[in-house]
């Protein structure tokens, strides 16, 4: 088993889709701040896809990041843990544009045997998803607080370790 403290952060969306894209505009913020916590693994994963297999199933802690319907003003960051994240797949609804493949991504991966020590989703409510590549001003300032999020759950995630 692979060191505890390793964390991979996946963002996904796509970036010519306005704020679809804010997953990966988190982690390449993250990627440019010197205060990332060491022991994460930046991954953009773009609009996701099973070429994600490995790094999911090389990861014990994953926290991915992504435009999520939260049903809040646009710019909302809300974190979701592993069993409200299982709540919300059972229930059916999706809340996310990337949700789909990334269920089957997960699914794909318990049945290769993948059980992750931690998983959650850090969901930022979008405005727009439309042809663009510049972030809606709402969610654009919410970039920072989703990667205090970010730094503040793997922090939490190390020390537990």
């Known amino acids: 088993m692979q060191a505890t403290t390793d964390i991979l952060v996946l963002g996904l969306g796509n970036i010519l889709l306005a704020d679809d894209g804010v ?10 701040e010197a205060g990332a916590p060491v022991g994460l693994r930046m991954v953009d994963g773009g609009t996701l896809g099973f070429r994600l297999m490995s790094e999911i199933t090389q ?3 994953v926290i991915v990041v992504d435009a ?3 049903g809040e003003p646009p710019g909302t960051v809300r974190l979701l843990d592993r069993q409200t ?6 229930g059916g609804e999706r809340m996310s544009a990337h949700e789909a493949g ?6 794909l991966a318990r049945l290769e045997g993948w059980s992750p020590l931690r998983l959650a989703l850090l969901g930022i409510q ?12 709402p969610v ?3 970039v920072p607080e989703a990667c205090r999020a970010v730094i503040l759950t793997a922090r ?3 020390a537990a370790s």
């Open 23 to 32: 997953g990966v505009h988190v982690i390449r913020r993250l990627e440019a």
């Open 59 to 61: 990861s014990h802690q």
């Open 68 to 70: 999520a319907q939260l």
């Open 85 to 90: 994240l299982a709540e919300h797949v059972s």
């Open 102 to 107: 990334l269920v089957d991504l997960l699914t």
């Open 126 to 137: 979008p405005q727009r998803v439309e042809w663009g590549e510049a972030l809606s001003a």
């Open 140 to 142: 654009a300032q919410s």
């Open 156 to 158: 939490a995630w190390q």
